[in-house]
């Protein structure tokens, strides 16, 4: 299904195809239905969850939340995803981050590109919690993104900065280093191309980001993650979603 060894080398990897295109095109259609609930405004910024329903909001990328009662989603998507989970990170060893299972639409725009890692080891709101540098060594989570139409670069396939995986990374001056981030991952990353029915499979502290869609037609993906055990349990004591 994923070539483990690929994962391991570069920190990301498409899988093959596994998933049905008609389900995944009637996914499309549904979430086209569902309103923002995050995202990143073209001129404001950044845009919460109380100031999402706005009108006329000019979006460069935003995030619907997954509707729960999915039956494809919940009986084929999900199963597979975590037959994964199970294998990398250990079987009752993980669990979902209910909090962050969304449908990212990734709008026509050319906003700048903001690599990152996913959560546990980056916290914007608590840059000096650093799981990876006191919990056991090892995967803390994989994030899954499933495309509802197929990912090219034309319409913003996701970056990855290859092996920046193997690495554990200081984000206490992050902030601060934001232009020498974005430098660097301009100068190194890729963008592999997942077609509909595959869907990609990368560590959270594989530096990656949204890129820009440059044609007329939003690209959206379903987006879950698997978080090891342990940080988890960090992440309810701190508070982190």
Excluded at 135 to 140: A, D, I, P, Q, T
């Amino acid at each position: 299904m994923i070539d483990k060894f690929s994962l391991e080398r570069d920190g990301f990897v498409v899988s093959e195809k596994v998933f049905s295109e008609d389900e995944l095109r009637s996914l499309n259609n549904l979430a086209s239905t569902i309103v923002p609930y995050i995202g990143m405004c073209k001129r404001k910024g950044w845009i919460n969850n109380n100031e999402a329903h706005l009108p006329d909001i000019d979006w460069a990328y935003y995030w619907s939340e997954t509707p729960d009662h999915n039956t494809y989603i919940n009986e084929t998507i999900l199963p597979v995803l975590a037959s994964i989970c199970d294998d990398l990170l250990g079987v009752d060893n993980w669990g979902w981050q209910m909090t962050n299972r969304y449908i990212i639409s990734n709008c026509q725009h050319d906003y700048p590109v903001y690599p990152h890692f996913d959560a546990p080891y980056l916290w914007p709101q608590k840059l000096d919690v650093q799981m990876a540098k006191y919990l056991e060594k090892g995967v803390l989570s994989l994030t899954f993104m499933i495309p509802l139409m197929e990912f090219v670069p034309e319409n913003g396939a996701t970056g990855f900065v290859p092996g920046t995986h193997n690495y554990i990374h200081d984000t206490i001056d992050w902030n601060e280093s934001q232009l020498h981030r974005q430098t660097f991952f301009n100068d190194n990353c890729v963008q592999p191309e997942v077609p509909l029915g595959s869907f990609s499979c990368f560590y959270g502290n594989c530096l990656h980001s949204v890129m820009s869609n440059k044609t007329d037609v939003i690209r959206r993906g379903i987006i879950f993650r698997g978080i090891r055990n342990d940080a988890l349990a960090e992440m309810s004591k701190f508070g982190l979603g």
